[in-house]
């Protein structure tokens, strides 16, 4: 009983949220994607978990309908993915991520496209985004990534990335890393 309810909703939020991906092709356009990922970010409570799955659901590369995405937190590309049973907190930021299953991130993440997205010109002058390098980055299934971690580079399954961290180079499977930047302090499981 309780899974037909769950799977209802579901849908209705499907349908709620199909406007939205129509007007924005899908995710292939970027400039209103924007506008409706930004949006349905600030709705809050469990409407706005339920609607923002179901939006991410029809406009990103993957999203499984069963991961929670909390208030405040958004996609800035609609090349990500999302893997089954993902909780991502609120306030998270993610560029072109793939988020593995049943992983689970704490408040104030952000993943980022790489560490190369905006280049210097030979006067040393910052160029825009659109002459940036974007690569995806991947976090591997059942890994925890801890309050306020910023991550530019791979994270290996079954790894901790400790609160706070800077992930500047890939980190291993079943590691916890911390510090700024990022360092391998132990296998997984250890004391």
């Known amino acids: 009983m309780r899974q037909a309810a769950k799977s209802a909703l579901h ?36 409407i706005g978990e339920y609607l923002r799955g179901a939006f991410y659901r029809m406009t990103l590369a993957e999203c499984s309908i069963e991961s929670c995405i909390s208030f405040g937190t958004f ?7 999302v893997g089954k049973r993902v909780y ?4 998270c930021v993610f560029g072109k991520a793939s988020i593995g299953d049943r992983t689970q991130i ?6 980022l496209s790489g560490r190369r997205q905006h280049a210097r010109d030979a006067s ?18 059942d890994c925890w990534i801890g309050a306020a971690a910023v991550v ?3 994270v290996g399954e079954g790894t ?19 510090g700024n930047p990022a360092r391998v302090a132990k296998a997984a499981g250890e004391e």
């Open 160 to 178: 901790t990335i400790g609160a706070g961290s800077v992930v500047t180079k890939p980190i291993p499977a079943g590691v916890v890393a911390f």
């Open 88 to 91: 991502i907190g609120s306030y």
């Open 75 to 81: 996609f800035a590309h609609p090349e990500a993915r």
């Open 106 to 111: 704490a408040s104030g993440v952000q993943i």
């Open 11 to 46: 849908a209705l939020f499907l349908l709620l949220a199909l406007p939205g991906a129509i007007l924005c092709g899908f995710g292939r356009w970027k400039a209103m994607f924007h506008i409706f990922s930004q949006a349905h970010a600030v709705t809050p409570g469990i």
């Open 124 to 141: 040393g002058q910052i160029s825009g985004a659109e002459h940036g390098v974007f690569t995806p980055v991947t976090i591997g299934a």
């Open 152 to 154: 530019m580079a791979d």
